[in-house]
Each structure stands twice: as C-alpha cells, then as structure tokens.
C-alpha cells in the first residue's frame, strides 16, 4: 500500500432521523443498494448505523437497532463489501461482527457502554471516537466546550488503554467532530489541522467525519445550503484533513471525494 493510501468510508444510515439521510434508507433494500452503490463508486468500508447520533434523535433499543443493521451487515458482507457497525453498544458489536463487520466505529471509544472493552476479537478493527459524556444528550449540553487538540489526544490514549492489547494493536482514533465541539468551525478544524500529531501523539492512525456537519456552514459561510453545497464543503474539509495527515475520511458522498483524493493514493 502506498505511503499516502487515503481510505473512504461510506456511510449507510438505516435510521428513521439521522441529521442528514435520516429515513432515506431505513428498509433494507434500500439501504443494501446504497452500500453497494457507495461500493461501486470507490468506498473502501462501508459504515453500517442502525441509530443516530444527533441531539434530536430518539434513542434506539438494542433490539431495534439489531433489526435494522443485521440484514444489511450480512448482505453487504456477502457481496465482499469490506464492513464496519457504526454503533455504542457491545450487544449490537457482537452481533454485527457475527454477521460479517469487519469494524467497529464506536463514537464513544467505549465510554456509552463499558462492556465494549471485551466485545472486540482478534482480527476486528476498533474506530475509537472522541466525545465527553455519558450519553447523546449529555454530550450535546457540552458542545460549545473549546477542546484543545492535545485534550482530545490524551482523552483518546486513556479511552484506548481500556482495551485489550489485540484492540489496540490495530485501532484507530476519531477526534469527534462536532461531537462535544458544537458548530465552531475553529475548534473542529484544529482537530483536523493537527491530524498528524494526534497520530504522533496517540500512536494510531486517523480517520475523521466532517460529511455535512454543521460547522462546515459556518466555516463557509453557507447559511441554509443544500445538500450538495455541504458536500462541497465537506471536500474542502477533507483536503485538509489529508494533507494534515488523516488516514481515512467518512463521507455520504463518496462519488465526489473519490476523485479528490485520486492525487494522494498515487
């Protein structure tokens, strides 16, 4: 793999009210098809999510999330597709891992549900996000919090310390935009300006998600833009990210960035 391999994660919401696609592709078919769409159209990993994680979302039981992620986890697996489960809880880890995820994005790192630390096996790979708090809810009442990026890289080593050696052998680190950051735009692009030294500092390699967040509004100045404005946006942000030193980015719309990134992966 070259040097400057930059991997694109896909994300496949199959949620009734994710900020962006909420309900686009809650039933299966829908959301199998646009797993293999994003493949075709160069996704390296495909997130799979059965809840959102926005402040206005409902939360999710760990039986409604396993019924909407497990039919689409397994048909995507069975298609080749290189999986991840987008999720917080150990039971719907376990679970999705059965079914065929080769990862496991939790946004907490571990913190929504302690039982995480035991759930990954050799052989799975570990996205451990950055946030503060217990929960959804909790997390959001603290997102004007201007957190520094050297906060977020010894939250992230501590979060990482709880898991096994086999875990962290192959993890890799989110620093969370947006999530306990709120819409400031400099706050979320220092994280992605300092991708580099959070790698250095933590010792893991970066993936970041700025796809159509709200700071990028502010950042750009885009007021109500559509869809396709904040993807725009969200390319900007990952340029940035990359030539800062990110190693896999997680977008909606992977047509778009795929080009982009056809310079760094030479």
Not at 11 to 34: E, K
Request: charged content about 20%; glycine content about 8%.
């Amino acid at each position: 793999m070259p040097a400057r391999r930059v991997l694109l994660m896909g994300v496949v919401n199959v949620t009734p009210d994710s900020f962006s696609d909420g309900g686009r592709y809650l039933a299966a078919d829908a959301a199998i098809a646009h797993g293999l769409q994003l493949l075709r159209e160069g996704a390296d990993v495909l997130d799979v999510g059965g809840e959102a994680t926005n402040p206005k979302a409902a939360p999710t039981s760990t039986a409604d999330e396993l019924a909407r992620v497990i039919p689409v986890i397994e048909a995507l697996a069975a298609a080749g597709a290189n999986v991840s489960v987008d999720t917080t809880k150990a039971d719907v880890a376990t679970a999705a891992i059965a079914a065929g995820a080769r990862w496991v994005n939790d946004v907490s790192g571990g913190l929504f549900d302690p039982r995480m630390n035991a759930a990954i096996p050799e052989g799975i790979q570990l996205i451990c996000g950055h946030l503060r708090g217990r929960s959804i809810a909790e997390v959001f009442h603290d997102e004007n919090h201007a957190v520094t990026w050297q906060e977020v890289a010894a939250d992230l080593a501590a979060r990482l310390a709880a898991f096994p050696p086999h875990v962290r052998a192959t993890a890799w680190i989110d620093p969370g935009l947006g999530f306990g950051k709120g819409a400031n735009p400099e706050t979320n692009l220092e994280l992605l300006r300092h991708a580099a030294d959070l790698e250095r500092q933590v010792g893991r390699p970066v993936m970041v998600g700025p796809s159509r967040k709200r700071f990028l509004r502010r950042w750009l100045g885009l007021g109500d833009a559509d869809e396709a404005a904040l993807d725009r946006a969200t390319v900007a942000a990952c340029e940035e990210a990359v030539t800062a030193g990110a190693k896999m980015l997680r977008v909606h719309n992977v047509a778009l960035l795929r080009t982009t990134l056809t310079a760094y992966n030479q």
